[in-house]
């Protein structure tokens, strides 16, 4: 990394998610394997819930919307891990690192609140399903529109706060992309007003969506057991199912992010912050499809219909 005393820098260097060489070209196999398989399956599933109108419903748009935020969120980290297992060395510049880490935090952030208003829709449809139509449709683009919104405005206020920081260490840098914690440790300036960005945004980026749905799946689990006797099993059983998948993709993405970012430092190691965040980064929006579309009849009814006149035609 070219520096000096509080000079300008021009490039980092990653140190990626190995240096021992003869994982290189197996990894490299594997997560190109990884990229693909969710680069057809989100795209698979926003071309499905776009021409099926049987998937016209707020909840297959959101899950639309997910599948588009998971897409560009894997694409802003994987194929620059890529270039890393088959370079020698990985210089990325400073304009760059500032993009990667400016796009990182948009759909990281979109996906924490994207996730809190699935939770929310699923809450609408089971404890007032006669009023789904009329709450939720003209809401949707609402919550849309804040998804985005909050994620660009902090998105913007990290990375503008960022450039204020200066770098003045030749370490690399140990890890496959640029998050903040990552950048911070390697400032030899005052990351106060950066630390303080972090502690006020968490409470719009972590605790509003994490509050939301568990509010919504106790009001779904208090509703689904006071009306026990009224419900049919079917009803429960879609019910369940409906919220089993979600549950599994909000476990699967606040777990590997808590176990990243709030473990103790001196209990975690760098190589535990990677395996998490290759899972919050990489492998959530693989398994985000296949969680979405394995358990819901409805998409595979449309799967099916759409596979049948392709067949046909």
Known sequence: MAAGNHSTVTEFILAGLTEKPELQLPLFLFFLGVYVVTVVGNLGMIILIRLSSHLGTTMYYFISSLSFIDLRHSTVITPKMLVNFVTEKNIISYPECMIQLYFFLIFAIAECHMLAAMAYDHYIAICSPLLYDVIMSPEACFYLILVYTISLVCASAHTGCIFRVHFCKFDVINHFFF???????????????????????????????????????????ASILRTLHIRSTEGRSKAFSMCSSHILAVTIFYGSTAFKYLQPSSVSSMDQGKVSSVFYSIIVPMLNPPIYSLRNEDVNVSWRKMLMKRILF
Not at 206 to 221: D, E, H, K, M
């Open 179 to 221: 998050d903040l914690p990552s950048l911070l440790n390697f400032s030899c300036s005052s990351t106060y007003v950066n630390q303080l960005l972090v502690l006020i945004f968490s409470a719009f980026t972590i605790l509003a969506p994490s509050l939301t749905i568990l509010g919504s799946y106790v009001f779904i689990v």
